[in-house]
C-alpha cells in the first residue's frame, strides 16, 4: 500500500504533465521499437529487441509508480493553514544571526524541493527546525556544519 503525499497544485499538475507523456508519447515509441526488432528476425540472438524489451519493462514500471503516486496523492489547501506559523508551503525570511545574511525559502513538499528555485523540503535540516515558529522567534538549526541560529523575520504564502 502506498503513502499519502502532499503536493501543491503545481507540483501534482507537473506528475500529470509527465505521466502523460509516458503514456501518449514514450510507450507508442518503444512499441515501434520492439516491432522494428522483431522484423529482423531470430529473436533469440537480437540484442535490439531485448534492449527494446528491457526499456519497456522500465516504461510501464514508471508509469505503474507514477499513477499510484498520483492515485495516493492529495492537495493541501493553503487557505486553511495558520497564517502566523511556519508550515508546508510557507515562505519563510530569515537572518542567520551568525553573519547576519537574509535568505528568503519556500517550505515543499520533498518531491518539489528545487534549490535554485529557493524551494527547500520540508524534511530539510532548516524547514525541520523553522516548523510551527512564528515572526520573531530565534531558533537554533542543526545543519552538518554545526549548529546556525535564525530568527525569523516574515512569513507569507505561495
Do not use: C, H, W
Not at 36 to 64: F, H, P, T, V, W
Not at 97 to 112: Q, R
Request: cysteine-free; overall charge negative; charged content about 30%.
Amino acid at each position: 500500500m502506498a503513502s499519502t503525499s502532499y503536493y501543491s497544485k503545481e507540483g501534482i499538475e507537473k506528475l500529470k504533465e509527465e505521466l502523460n507523456q509516458l503514456i501518449t508519447f514514450e510507450r507508442p515509441g518503444i512499441s515501434q521499437q520492439i516491432a522494428e526488432a522483431r522484423d529482423k528476425g531470430d529473436l533469440s540472438e537480437n540484442a535490439e529487441y531485448d534492449a527494446a524489451k528491457e526499456a519497456q519493462s522500465m516504461l510501464e514500471l514508471k508509469i505503474s509508480k507514477l499513477q499510484d503516486l498520483i492515485m495516493n496523492a492529495r492537495i493541501i489547501d493553503e487557505t486553511k493553514l495558520d497564517q502566523t506559523k511556519v508550515l508546508l508551503f510557507s515562505i519563510v525570511k530569515i537572518k542567520n544571526l551568525n553573519n547576519g545574511s537574509i535568505m528568503k525559502y519556500t517550505i515543499v513538499p520533498e518531491s518539489e524541493a528545487d534549490l535554485k528555485s529557493m524551494k527547500i523540503s520540508v524534511t530539510s535540516p532548516i524547514s525541520k527546525g523553522l516548523l510551527g515558529k512564528q515572526i520573531g522567534e530565534k531558533v537554533e538549526v542543526v545543519v552538518p556544519a554545526g549548529v546556525i541560529p535564525f530568527e525569523i523575520i516574515e512569513i507569507t504564502r505561495i
